[in-house]
């Protein structure tokens, strides 16, 4: 063989083992890796860990997704496709930790085939992108004995929460039961009886008040065995976790039953609210009608989390806009809190995260007093320009003055609170016994560790603030139910499971442009109001005049009301400019930042480096002239020096 | 010095050299005659290790070409055929690169350059760039590389081919004068250059060597004392009038 | 480690990018293609999607450097061997591999300054909102070791070849099958007459795969691991073609 032809044959063979190298690499090296994300998105978090280490018994992961329909699909299947990628790279995580209990099969399920019809077996949500190309992307876990969970589709924009729904679903695999959920509160929250909704209309026709169930907790029972505890009770036992609304009037042996249900390590969802707005009473109350009353307030002392009295959390940024009696005009409301990632992405926690748009009605201001051994995680809070402000009764049903009650501030203010550890009884002496009672045992310190949320606001899982009326029945208005739903499944988990953390989602969004967006805005809401009120100032004038009118000054008023209409089309022609104006500059700001950035990212580097180059060049003829300079003075010297010789 | 022994080269149908084997001393300068294509670039080419031979050594200072190059090549100036250089460089920073390269020490690179311009003459163009000089000074420009590490072994390849008549004394002079304490290979096919500067000749055809000797002896085959009627008769093979091989 | 000669023929090499206007003129046109494909065209643009992340710059790197890089690479060794003075440089006491090393290092060191031109945009994102910077500095280690394999694939080529514009067709062509090699339509062509292994082996050569591996966030020995034996692989032959190919 010639030399030639052995070096060809050199450089072909490298190129083949480079192939294999690199493909036995990729399947070898595949779990060093460091996640250098802010969020961990690629690390499992500490509860995850040790609840697949719990695993004994094998679980069989089979992941769907329909890779080839995807690619064939439109651009927006790309989104998915990123999805995917992370969502396996995920799972790979958990197989690793697994101690070989997990394996991952990923499954791309053809039109008309045994996949695809054990997809649909399954119940993995389908979606038909053409006539014969079916969509899927789920997951479905399976344990030796047979049961079998699944989430039947994977949301990218759920993908923060992603580690906890896959850790969910094994854990629901290794305990699959149904679990008990009890609910105490003073308000009706749950009827005695389920009403069909037939006789509920008919009660309704009929114009009898009908004690109908909350949505959320019909929402609840189709989850979970829901239990009434009735407000007077010796022993709360036999249920996984106890949600209390609105803790007040409760007597004290119920009080001890809540104590002593925290002590043997349970569960506890608490919903306390200094104005709840729900809680109406009779016609014509005029109170306030507030929790917790000082007696459940003993129990909150000895769970570190404290109510502030008559203080309510607002924040200008997150106020939303309402009428305050019907027929005033819409107006920005302080005590309308509408809570968006700002208040929720800082704490990265599962009951929370991806909360988008919940909306809180008088939210209270919560603080801890921190209990040994007791980690305090807040849920939810204002952001950092919100603040607390007091309010008299009277006050609160006046926008203007609770405005004129708020400063900003520079703390989030905290509405809800997640307390996890071992908590002590807020009864060291136990309660007095009636007569022929059961003599109670009294736990003094809990031994297992516990957990308890409290949410500063009633009024947001109520009907009112959390559902909306659509044409097939009740719907969801914002993510207020699912914050509740979120809490009541993380306390019927594992605590495990509950630490099990959110990745988070950082806002990443141009803080510089939304500032300016928020000012535009605030400007336009300004003018418009002006204008509103030069209208109104104009139309009661006219309507003075049209009263003062009689048959002799008619014809003179008519004429005045008409100067006036003119005045009023003019001064409106000119606000409405003006405010043309406002919402023009807000937006040629917002684009003059845009047009600065690309012109410093598209032009001034490359005219930087051609001003480098023309001086680099200049200088390298400079250098090499300078040189020649010195040379020729030497050269000089030298011939003199020679010519004295000579 | 120079010793190259039974050196042969060939590429896939085709033999371009055939055991040619030479020594030469210092202060020697031998020539190395030959038609187009007779296998000199290609000889010269294996002696500065920029080629692998496919048989045979060639020693440079006794080292090997092919089992010690950087050695040898260190000890070797090498003015290859048409005198590439990179021609967006000025003739200093060139010069400057090259020593660099070459592992002059740093204190002495200025110095070195300095010498090697008066040397080739250089001093009217070396603050300018390569790619401006004419023919005659770049091909200075590159004996100049070649002599920046004063090395004792010199190859050139066609020195002073395309050069005018002066530029051709000039060079021709400088070789001279380089040849006191230097080892010279010069390959040319101008036969009086031979007769100037040559102590020793050799002449190759089709890979092979076909004659070794001085430039008189060469001379001394014609009747005539014409060195071109006997450098025919050998590259050729004719028989030619008044001239004895 | 590097030997003397290795780092004086760097310097030359990297110097020679600013001494001649086709470095300039690369810098140039990289640096404006780069940031308008990040802010102009339509709903993928930086400033529409108003994400402190420099996503939508990553996303374009791998197609600037598609036709950018073979346009640096292809006269790494062609020139050389058209002009003649690769007879000059190989003469000299430095061995291919040192050459064929140092030029290779030259010119990915001269990327890295036109990575490096792209700061701007950093201070940008920073400006606007609050991006991840573990991410960015990973997004730009993944575009450094991604330039440094095209790199090598284009020096191969412009070894192969004395014709600069043959070399930057080849090198084009072989960069586009890398990073495609993972993408569907040509897994999906492959598949159709070829075994599981030899698509998944195709798979794992995509260039693109990795890098977006590495930009997502995820450094991992597995990507290193390409990218490295990619480069040491086209390095290699290329010093075997330089070898072969240098006297003709």
């Avoid at chain 1, 002590?263 to 608490?270: E, P, R, T, Y």
């Avoid at chain 1, 009541?488 to 939304?514: C, Q, Y």
């Avoid at chain 2, 500065?48 to 045979?56: A, H, I, K, M, V």
């Avoid at chain 2, 080292?63 to 000890?75: D, F, G, K, M, V």
Wanted: net charge positive; with cysteine; hydrophobic share 40%.
């Amino acid at each position: 063989m010639s030399k030639r032809n052995e070096n060809y044959l050199k450089v072909i063979l490298g190129l083949f083992s480079m192939a294999f190298m690199i493909y036995i690499g990729s399947t070898l090296f595949k779990r060093a890796r460091i996640d250098f994300t802010e969020e961990n998105l690629y690390t499992l978090s500490q509860g995850t860990k040790s609840i697949l280490s719990k695993l004994d018994a094998p679980i069989k992961l089979k992941l769907y997704y329909s890779k080839t329909a995807a690619n064939k699909g439109s651009e927006g299947l790309r989104t998915f496709n990123n999805h995917f990628l992370y969502v396996q790279e995920l799972l790979r995580q958990y197989v690793g930790n697994s101690r070989n209990n997990l394996s991952l099969e990923v499954i791309d399920p053809r039109p008309d085939t045994p996949e695809e019809e054990d997809a649909t077996a399954y119940g993995l949500r389908k979606f038909n992108l053409t006539e014969t190309e079916r969509y899927f992307f789920g997951l479905v876990a399976e344990n030796e004995s047979g049961t079998e969970k699944i989430i039947e589709f994977f949301d990218p924009n759920q993908k923060d929460k992603l580690e906890y729904d896959l850790t969910k679903l094994i854990y629901t695999v290794l305990n699959p039961q149904k679990k008990n959920i009890g609910i105490l509160s003073s308000l009706d929250v749950i009827s005695d009886e389920a009403l069909s909704p037939y006789m509920a209309q008919i009660m309704k026709l009929q114009g009898r008040p009908i004690n109908d169930s909350w949505m959320i907790t019909k929402l609840l029972k189709e989850l979970y065995n829901v239990k009434k505890i009735e407000k007077e009770t010796d022993k709360i036992s036999g249920i996984d976790a106890l949600i209390i609304i609105h803790p007040k009037d409760f007597p004290e042996k119920t009080l001890f039953a809540v104590d002593q249900f925290v002590m043997n390590g349970g569960n506890l969802m608490v919903f306390v609210d200094p104005t709840a707005v729900v809680d109406r009473g009779e016609e014509g109350r005029r109170d306030v009608s507030s929790s917790p009353d000082s007696n459940f307030k003993k129990l909150m002392d000895k769970w570190g989390i404290e109510l502030k009295e008559k203080a309510y959390a607002g924040d200008k940024y997150l106020s939303g806009i309402g009428n305050s009696l019907p027929n005033m005009p819409p107006t920005r409301m302080l005590p309308l809190l509408e809570c968006d990632i700002r208040c929720t992405e800082m704490y990265s926690d599962n009951i929370t995260a991806g909360v988008n748009k919940s909306l809180f009605v008088f939210p209270g201001v919560l603080s801890t007093k921190e209990v040994d051994g007791v980690t305090y995680t807040p849920l939810m809070a204002t952001t950092k320009k919100g603040n607390s402000y007091t309010a008299m009764p009277f006050q609160l049903n006046n926008p203007q003055m609770l405005w004129s009650n708020f400063n900003e501030g520079t703390e989030p203010v905290v509405i809800a609170y997640k307390a996890i550890g071992k908590f002590k009884t807020a009864y060291p002496g136990g309660i007095k016994k009636e007569k022929k009672e059961k003599e109670l045992k009294l736990i003094k310190e809990s031994s297992k560790e516990s957990a308890v949320i409290v949410f500063s606001d009633v009024d947001f899982i109520n009907d009112q603030f959390a559902f909306k009326k659509t044409f097939l029945g009740q719907g969801v208005a914002n993510d207020n139910s699912s914050i509740f739903l979120n809490g009541v499944e993380a306390l019927t988990g594992d605590v495990d499971l509950m630490s099990v953390r959110s990745k988070g989602r950082i806002n990443r969004s141009f803080d510089v442009i939304n500032d300016i967006e928020f000012e535009a805005e605030k400007k336009t809401e300004d003018k418009v109001k002006e204008i509103n009120a030069s209208i109104k100032k104009v139309q009661s004038e006219l309507n003075q005049l049209g009263s003062q009118a009689n048959a002799g000054n008619i014809a003179l008023l008519q004429n005045e009301g008409l100067k006036k209409k003119k005045e009023l089309a003019k001064r409106i022609a000119v606000l409405k400019k003006e405010l043309r104006a406002v919402k023009r500059e807000g937006r040629e700001k917002i684009e003059s930042i845009g047009k600065m950035f690309q012109y410093i990212n598209t032009l001034l580097v490359p005219a930087l480096v051609v001003v480098f180059g023309v001086f680099y060049t200049r200088r390298r003829n400079h250098l090499v002239r300078g040189r020649r300079l010195k040379v020729e003075g030497k050269d000089k010297k030298n011939h003199k020096l020679m010519e004295v010789k000579a | 010095m120079l010793e190259v022994n039974s050196i042969s080269k060939k590429f896939d149908n085709f033999q371009a050299v055939k055991n040619v084997s030479f020594k030469a001393k210092q202060g020697e300068v031998l020539g190395f005659l030959g038609p187009n294509g007779a296998g000199k670039s290609t000889t010269m080419k294996m002696i500065t290790g920029f080629l692998d031979s496919s048989g045979g050594d060639a020693r440079i200072c006794g080292h090997s070409i092919s089992l010690e190059p950087l050695e040898a090549q260190r000890n070797l100036g090498y003015v290859p055929e048409n005198a590439p250089l990179y021609e967006e460089m000025y003739v200093r920073e060139f010069l400057e690169f090259v020593a660099k390269m070459r592992e002059v020490k740093n204190e002495k690179i200025e110095e070195r350059i300095n010498q090697v311009i008066r040397m080739c003459s250089l001093e009217a163009v070396e603050f300018q760039k390569l790619e401006t000089l004419s023919k005659g000074y770049k091909r200075r420009v590159s004996l100049a590389q070649a002599l920046i590490h004063d090395p004792k072994v010199l190859i050139l390849d066609e020195p002073t081919d395309g050069l005018d008549p002066n530029q051709k004394h000039d060079v021709r002079a400088l070789i001279k004068k380089l040849a006191r304490d230097k080892c010279i290979l010069i390959s040319t096919h101008i036969l009086e250059e031979v007769e100037e500067v040559c102590d020793r000749c050799i002449i190759i055809g089709e890979g092979e060597k076909l004659f070794e000797g001085s430039p008189e002896e060469l001379k001394s085959k014609s009747n005539k004392g014409r060195i071109q009627d006997v450098f025919r008769a050998i590259t050729t093979g004719q028989k030619l009038q008044g001239v004895t091989l | 480690m590097m030997s003397k000669a290795t780092k004086h023929l760097f310097f030359k090499e990297f110097s020679s990018y600013f001494k001649t206007p086709l470095g300039y003129v690369f810098l140039v046109i990289f640096l404006f293609g780069i940031g308008y494909l990040t802010f102009e065209p339509g709903r993928g643009s930086f400033f529409y999607m108003r994400e402190a992340s420099m996503a939508s710059f990553f996303r374009y790197i791998p197609w600037m450097f598609l036709f950018l890089i073979p346009a640096v690479s292809m006269r790494l060794w062609s020139e050389e061997r058209k002009s003649g003075t690769i007879e000059l440089l190989l003469t000299m006491p430095v061995t291919v591999k040192e050459a064929v090393i140092a030029k290779f290092l030259a010119s990915w060191a001269f990327l890295g300054v036109a990575l490096a031109g792209t700061l701007p945009m950093i201070i940008t994102v920073i400006y606007l909102g609050n991006p991840d910077l573990g991410v960015i500095v990973l997004g730009y280690i993944a575009s450094f070791l991604m330039a440094g394999a095209l790199l090598a694939v284009g020096g191969f080529f412009s070894a192969l070849t004395k014709n600069q514009v043959i070399s930057f067709i080849l090198t084009v062509c072989t960069s586009f099958l890398l990073i495609m090699a993972g993408s569907p339509p040509i897994l999906e062509f492959i598949s159709a007459f070829s075994p599981r292994y030899f698509v998944d082996l195709f798979e794992a050569l995509s260039v693109l795969n990795h890098f977006e591996a590495i930009e997502r966030g995820v450094f991992s020995l597995s990507n290193l691991w390409f990218f490295g034996v990619m480069i040491t692989c086209w390095l290699y032959g290329n010093i075997i073609l330089v070898n072969e190919n240098k006297a003709n």
